[in-house]
């Protein structure tokens, strides 16, 4: 992922880093200089003179570095898998459950930072206010926002997944309307549709939500509201339960802030329902 000159006149513990840089890129973007110590068996003193040994200003210019090449996918399928199957085989005395549960715990504590509860209340506000709420996100995150959107209609709320790719996904585009909000789950590399939404509503003015491990990415800024949700990882191999997570506190706080339009909507969901079983 990173150019480096000459690997072989790092120090033992810059070479720790870049091993764990490469490994670990988007866990690098969420972790402090005391947390990567941790990782590499090093102080934060000599984590901050091996960055600068690699070529970087400091910690956060080697974020924003990572963040472009992930920006990029700069990674193929075969690293990914290949970090994951040399993670398992070499620590074969902890089961699978295990390293999941430990990487969930990892991930959990770094959402307990003081400062996002805020967040996401102020990102609520801005759903609240919406006429309607889109939701959109590539590949397998588009089954979390599909989900999400049958939550989202059973409080109430007018929603819509914007879904497809190519000149298919022009349609959605044009569907989107001034008032609207849309929910972006931006993780990986960065497609052209979701540059385009983000543009659309810029023209429009719409809000943008977005849900992310890259608050520097060419997505989140300018955003309205960016929400810091990292992925969870074994090795490579990457588990959504964390963004899931996130989008059902969305839900949940759109529903204190709708009580009544939340309760119409269950009376209303309940009464369809009876009505198809007197119908069958």
Do not use: C, W
């Not at 090795?235 to 899931?244: K, Q, R, V």
């Not at 059902?248 to 009505?275: C, I, K």
Request: avoid cysteine.
């Amino acid at each position: 992922m990173l150019e480096v000159q000459q690997r072989q006149n790092l120090s033992a513990a810059a070479t720790r880093l870049l091993d764990y840089i490469e490994r670990h890129p988007n866990a690098v973007l969420v972790s402090s200089a005391l947390e990567l110590a941790a990782k590499i068996d090093a102080s934060d003193a000599t984590v901050i003179r091996s960055i600068q040994t690699l070529g970087f200003d400091g910690l956060p210019h080697l974020k924003t570095v990572i963040a472009e090449k992930l920006d990029e996918g700069a990674r193929t399928p075969v690293e990914k898998v290949g970090v994951t199957v040399s993670e398992l085989t070499q620590d074969g005395s902890r089961p699978p459950l295990q390293m999941v549960v430990e990487a969930y715990a990892r991930t959990l504590e770094r959402l307990s930072r003081p400062a996002l509860p805020e967040q996401f209340q102020s990102a609520a506000h801005l759903l609240n206010d919406a006429s309607r709420i889109g939701l959109h996100g590539g590949g397998p995150l588009s089954r979390l926002a599909q989900q999400t959107a049958t939550h989202l209609g059973r409080i109430g709320r007018a929603n819509f997944v914007m879904e497809g790719t190519g000149h298919a996904f022009a349609d959605a585009l044009l569907g989107l309307q001034p008032g609207d909000a849309v929910v972006l789950l931006a993780y990986g590399k960065v497609h052209k549709e979701s540059l385009l939404i983000k543009e659309e509503l810029q023209r429009i003015g719409g809000i943008l939500v977005v849900i992310t491990d890259n608050p520097t990415g060419r997505l989140a800024v300018g955003a309205q509201a960016v929400l810091e949700v990292p992925r969870t990882e074994v090795g490579n191999m990457t588990f959504y339960g964390t963004i899931l997570l996130a989008l059902e506190t969305l839900v949940l706080s759109l529903t204190q802030l709708g009580p009544d339009q939340a309760m119409e909507t269950a009376r209303r969901l309940r009464d369809f329902r009876s009505e198809l079983d007197r119908r069958t």
